[in-house]
C-alpha cells in the first residue's frame, strides 16, 4: 500500500524536428500508465513530458522552410507533439519545452554553478558528429555507408554521414565521476534497468569516461554559455536539465525538494546520456541522482527500429482513427514485454483487439450489465451464500490486484496487464460454469441466481478500477454503467476489490465494437 510519498515521472523530451511516430507515442503510453497507477494507489505523482527545441538540426530545418527557428519549433509544438497527448489520452501534469524562459533561465544557472566549482574548462576539441543525434560519435558507433553513401563513415542509427568537426570549447569534467558512478550502479542495482540496460552502462562507464563538450560555437540557436555568448550550450547538456528545471530548481526550492528525484523511461538509444551524463552532471552540482532510469527497447516494424528516415514511422492516428485509443494503450502494454524490443503488425493488433478486448473484456461487460437489466430489472441483486466458486473470485480480485500492484513496482507493465487479465478470463469462464441464463428459468434458483450476478458485477468493477490506467476511456463507460461512486480514477487501485457503487446498472455502448481492420 502506497506512504503517499512523491512519484515523479518523466519521459524524455522529444526532439521536435519531425512529427511524432507510434515509438515516440509508445514512450508516452507507459510514462502514463505508470503515472496513472501511481496516482490512484495514493501516492503524490507529477508526471512531465515536453519537447526539445534546440540545436544544429532545428536551426537547419528552419533555415531551409524560410523561417526562424523559433518559429520552426512554435508550428511543430502546436501542430504535431501537443495534439499527440490528446490523441493518445495522456494525463500530463506538465509540459516543458526548451524554450521556455523558466527552462533557459535556470539551465544557465546550473552552468554558471558548475563553472564556479570547477568542473568546466575549455579546450579544443575534434570528433564525428551526428546532426540528426546531435552527438558526437566513438568510431565504434559508425558503420560502413551503402548506396549514395558508399566510401563513406556513417551513424549507424541514421544511416547517414557524419561530419568531422574542430571546434573551440567547453569541457564538462565528466571522467572525475567515472568512480562515482560505478559506485552508484553498484549500490543501487536497480538504478538502471532492465538488468541488460544496466549491463551496458556499467560495461561503457568501465571501459573509460572522457570529458564531455557541453558547447558550440559553431551556430547560435541555443541557450548562451553565461560568461561567454560566443558559445551555446550543446543541446543534451540543455535538454536533460529539463527534468528538474520544471519542478522548481533555481526557481522553487520547496516544490523541487518535493518532487525531485524522478523515474525517467526513455529508449534504450538515448539510454548513455540518462544514466551516465546526466547523474554525472547532477553529483558535480551537489545534487541528488534520478531515483531509476529505465531504458525500453524499440518498436521494430520489418525488423527495424521505427523511424521516418527510412519510412517506417507510423503515426500514431494511423492506428488510433480505427481501433481507438485505449487500444492501442493496451496493445503496446500488453504485446511488449517492457524494457525488451517489440514487433508491431497490424496482423497482431487486429487479433488482439479482437480476441483480447472486443470478446474478452469487452463482452464480459456487456453480458454482465445485460443479464443485471434483463433478470433484475437492473437492479444489482447482493450476494447470498458463497460457493467456492465464488470464493476463488473474490480471492482472485484481491490477488491480481496484489500482483498487479508489485508488477508496477518494477515498472513491468506487461506483467501487471497480464495478472488483470487472469481476472477478465476468470470471470468469463465462471459465467459459462454457473449459466445465470439457465438458472434464471426456474425461481427455485433465484438466490443462487442473484449471487451468480452480484459476484461478476464486483468482479467486472474491480477490473475496471484496475484497467482505468490502461484503458481509460473504455473503464470510464464500463464505471458509469455500473453506477460506481465518484469517477474510476478517483479509486484507489491497490484496494481495487473495495470499490461502492450505486444500486442499478444503466445501459452500456459495446467498448470495443468489432471492427473490420485492414492492413496498412
Not at 53 to 72: F, S
Request: proline content about 4%; glycine content about 8%; some cysteine.
Amino acid at each position: 500500500m502506497s506512504d503517499g510519498s512523491s512519484f515523479y515521472i518523466t519521459t524524455p523530451i522529444f526532439y521536435v524536428n519531425d512529427v511524432p511516430h507510434i515509438g515516440h507515442a509508445y514512450t508516452e503510453v507507459a510514462a502514463d500508465v505508470l503515472a496513472r497507477w501511481h496516482r490512484q494507489s495514493g501516492d503524490d505523482t507529477w508526471s512531465l513530458t515536453g519537447t526539445d527545441e534546440h540545436g544544429q538540426k532545428i536551426l537547419r530545418t528552419a533555415t531551409a522552410n524560410g523561417v526562424t527557428p523559433k518559429e520552426w519549433v512554435d508550428k511543430l509544438v502546436a501542430e504535431a507533439w501537443k495534439p499527440l497527448l490528446e490523441v493518445v489520452d495522456l494525463s500530463n501534469d506538465d509540459f516543458i519545452r526548451t524554450t521556455d524562459e523558466r527552462h533557459e533561465t535556470n539551465v544557465q544557472k546550473f552552468l554558471q554553478h558548475l563553472y564556479d566549482a570547477g568542473h568546466i574548462y575549455t579546450g579544443e576539441f575534434q570528433g564525428y558528429y551526428c546532426v540528426g543525434c546531435e552527438e558526437y560519435k566513438q568510431p565504434g558507433d559508425l558503420v560502413d555507408g551503402e548506396g549514395d553513401y558508399e566510401g563513406q563513415k556513417v551513424c549507424a542509427i541514421h544511416s547517414k554521414p557524419v561530419e568531422l568537426l574542430n571546434e573551440k570549447n567547453y569541457f564538462f569534467r565528466m571522467s572525475a565521476f567515472a568512480d562515482q558512478l560505478l559506485a552508484l550502479y553498484e549500490e543501487r542495482p536497480d538504478f538502471v534497468q532492465p538488468e541488460s540496460a544496466r549491463n551496458e552502462v556499467v560495461s561503457f562507464v568501465k571501459s573509460g569516461l572522457a570529458d564531455l563538450s557541453i558547447s558550440r560555437t559553431s551556430f547560435d540557436w541555443g541557450v548562451k554559455v553565461p560568461w561567454d555568448e560566443s558559445h551555446v550550450v550543446y543541446v543534451w547538456f540543455d535538454a536533460l536539465l529539463n527534468y528538474i528545471t520544471a519542478v522548481g530548481y533555481g526557481a522553487d526550492e520547496e516544490e523541487f525538494a518535493r518532487r525531485w528525484p524522478a523515474t525517467h523511461i526513455v529508449g534504450k538509444d538515448i539510454l548513455r546520456f540518462h544514466a551516465v551524463i546526466w547523474p554525472a552532471m547532477l553529483l558535480a552540482a551537489g545534487l541528488e541522482v534520478p531515483k531509476q532510469v529505465f531504458g525500453h527497447g524499440w518498436l521494430l516494424v520489418g525488423g527495424e527500429k521505427m523511424s521516418k528516415s527510412k519510412l517506417t514511422g507510423i503515426a500514431p492516428s494511423q492506428i488510433i482513427d480505427t481501433f481507438g485509443s485505449d487500444a492501442f494503450r493496451y496493445y503496446f502494454l500488453r504485446a511488449i514485454s517492457f524494457g525488451q524490443d517489440g514487433s508491431f503488425s497490424w496482423e497482431d493488433l487486429a487479433a488482439r483487439y479482437q480476441a483480447e478486448l472486443a470478446n474478452g473484456f469487452g463482452n464480459l461487460a456487456s453480458r454482465v450489465i445485460a443479464m443485471v437489466s434483463r433478470y433484475c430489472d437492473g437492479v444489482i441483486p447482493t450476494a447470498g451464500e458463497l460457493t467456492p466458486a465464488e470464493e476463488s473470485i473474490v480471492a482472485l480480485e484481491r490477488s491480481v490486484t496484489d500482483a498487479a500492484s508489485e508488477a508496477i513496482s518494477r515498472l513491468a507493465i506487461h506483467e501487471a496487464i497480464t495478472s488483470v487479465w487472469e481476472l477478465v478470463d476468470a470471470l468469463n469462464l465462471y459465467i459459462t460454469e454457473q449459466e445465470p441464463w439457465a438458472l434464471a428459468k426456474d425461481p427455485a434458483n433465484r438466490a443462487r441466481l442473484e449471487t451468480v450476478l452480484a459476484t461478476v458485477v464486483r468482479g467486472l468493477g474491480t477490473l475496471a478500477v484496475l484497467l482505468s490506467p490502461v484503458t481509460p476511456k473504455a473503464t470510464a463507460k464500463l464505471w458509469t454503467a455500473l453506477g460506481g461512486e465518484g469517477s474510476v480514477t478517483e479509486q484507489r487501485i491497490d484496494r481495487a476489490w473495495e470499490w461502492t457503487g450505486g444500486a442499478s446498472v444503466a445501459p452500456l455502448e459495446a467498448l470495443f465494437p468489432r471492427i473490420e481492420a485492414s492492413g496498412e
